[in-house]
C-alpha cells in the first residue's frame, strides 16, 4: 500500500516528489560518526520514499517503474528542497533523478 501524500503538493509533468530518508549520527553500536564522514556518506545518493508522481512520470520507462510508496535511491543534489503544506520538507525532483528502486528480500 502506498504512503498517502499529505504534503499538499501535487507534482506536474515528470516532476516527482520524495521525501528523504534522514541518516543516523551513530553507527548500529551506538558510536557518534562525524559530521564530514556522514557528509561524504550522504553527499551522492540517499534513500527516500516516492511520495506523488506527475501525470507524464515514467513514461517510456523501460523494466521496473516505480510506484508511490516505494523505497528508492536519488541524487542528493538534484531537484529542489519545498516545504510541503503539513510543514515537512520534501524533495521536487524528475523521474529521471530516479537511480535505483530498493526491493525487499523475496520481492520480484
Do not use: C, H
Amino acid at each position: 500500500m502506498g504512503k498517502i501524500n499529505k504534503s499538499g503538493l501535487e507534482p506536474v509533468e515528470y516532476k516527482i516528489i520524495v521525501e528523504l530518508e534522514e541518516t543516523s549520527d551513530r553507527t548500529e553500536g551506538g558510536i557518534w560518526i562525524p559530521i564530514s564522514v556522514k557528509d561524504k556518506r550522504d553527499m551522492f545518493q540517499v534513500q527516500a520514499t516516492l511520495i506523488a508522481v506527475g501525470g507524464n512520470a515514467f513514461e517510456g520507462w523501460n523494466g521496473s517503474v516505480p510506484k508511490v510508496g516505494d523505497k528508492v535511491y536519488v541524487a542528493k543534489g538534484g531537484g529542489y528542497r519545498v516545504v510541503g503544506l503539513d510543514e515537512n520538507k520534501y524533495q521536487l525532483m524528475n523521474d529521471k533523478d530516479i537511480a535505483a528502486i530498493i526491493k525487499k528480500k523475496g520481492s520480484e
